[in-house]
């Protein structure tokens, strides 16, 4: 076991005092440990869920549509989503 002396800002004291009493952990060392292993879980060795990796690449195999420019692709939208130009009176 590693033992480490930090400096914590008050909001992550509190964060870790809300961990530690959610989860009935014994001290503030239990609620760290807590929290590193959701962050390799959910940050680190984050995986793709199988459908999303279907669906993306089968967007990837898509015919693209070739803009050029944002003054284009802003000319297309305003074709498709025209503005209603009408005044408030």
Do not use: W
């Not at 239990?30 to 962050?39: F, G, N, T, V």
Request: glycine share 2%; hydrophobic share 35%; proline share 2%.
């Amino acid at each position: 076991m590693v033992q480490a002396i930090i400096n914590i800002t008050e909001h992550s004291n509190r964060i870790l005092n809300i961990i530690k009493a959610r989860y009935g952990l014994n001290d503030k060392s239990k609620a760290i440990d807590m929290m590193a292993q959701e962050y390799e879980k959910n940050v680190l060795q984050l995986e793709l869920r199988p459908e999303y990796v279907k669906k993306a690449l089968k967007i990837d195999k898509e015919r693209s549509i070739y803009v050029g420019n944002t003054k284009n692709l802003r000319k297309m939208c305003e074709n498709v989503f025209p503005r209603n130009k009408t005044k408030a009176t």
